[in-house]
């Protein structure tokens, strides 16, 4: 099965809202990347609503679900809700992703840095698994390469767990990612060993993503914003995520 790609937008909401008003349109964008052929659309909306905001997921839902492609809405399923977001369970009752990654971010952090702790008590990340899992959608969890208890993902009643790659493409940028990308398969084996599929992203780019998936097995899914939306301020975004799924297909 070949690996799917899903474009995250939340950089066109933060040239939109860095000028205000609707341009540029965050759902024209979207449905941009999946004439192009990617195969779903992913958002991250955080409380401080500084990129993509409520109105954005409801809208994005519409577009993704007319067209059939999977919609994945990445969040902190513990931030409390506020003017403007109404907290992350919330949001998934109303939109119904297909997929919702939770990710352990703060407000502060500009983006996400870090994956699960699986020490401890549990409890409380495996109500909010089943509250999701209830509406319907499928639960990755957001993980560091070399977690040491990753197996306990599928104990709280998650289906997938999502590599965060940041430390692998910056060794990659450094010239020696071998470490890294070791370290990126041994836990994918261990998550997939207890039943685990296993997703990535963060930083991923054109350039490294090929060396990633060669080494990384069954990777089923990656969520690229950043890299991708940057490459296509030069080629634009057609091209570019035609670009993005011929480094899949070689890989």
């Not at 969040?75 to 992703?97: E, S, T, V, W």
């Not at 990340?125 to 070399?146: K, N, P, Q």
């Not at 997703?199 to 990384?216: C, I, M, P, Q, R």
């Amino acid at each position: 099965m070949a690996t799917a790609l899903s474009v995250n937008v939340n950089k066109i909401a933060v040239l939109r809202n860095s000028r205000g008003g609707a341009e540029p349109d965050v759902v024209q964008a979207a449905a941009t990347c999946l004439d192009a052929g990617a195969h779903g659309i992913t958002v991250h909306p955080r409380p401080d609503a500084r990129h993509i905001r409520a109105e954005d997921v409801y809208a994005l839902a519409v577009l993704t679900q007319s067209r059939g492609v999977e919609f994945n809405l990445e969040g902190n399923p513990f931030a409390p809700p506020r003017a403007g977001y109404p907290g992350f369970a919330a949001l998934c009752a109303q939109a119904r992703p297909a997929q919702a990654t939770l990710v352990p971010d703060s407000d502060g952090q500009i983006t996400s840095d870090h994956g699960f702790d699986f020490s401890g008590d549990l409890g409380m990340l495996r109500d909010r698994i089943a509250e999701l899992r209830a509406l319907g959608c499928r639960v990755s969890l957001f993980v560091d390469a070399g977690c040491p208890d990753v197996e306990r993902a599928a104990e709280v009643g998650a289906q997938r767990i999502e590599l965060y790659t940041g430390p692998f493409a910056a060794a990659f940028a450094q010239g020696d990612a071998a470490a890294a990308m070791a370290l990126c398969a041994e836990t994918a084996r261990r998550a997939q060993a207890v039943g685990l599929d296993v997703n990535a992203g963060h930083d991923l780019s054109e350039a490294n993503l090929g060396t990633f998936l060669h080494g990384v097995p069954r990777v089923l899914e990656v969520s690229i914003g950043h890299g991708l939306i940057g490459e296509a301020l030069y080629r634009g975004i057609d091209a570019t995520v035609r670009r993005y799924l011929e480094v899949i297909a070689h890989a």
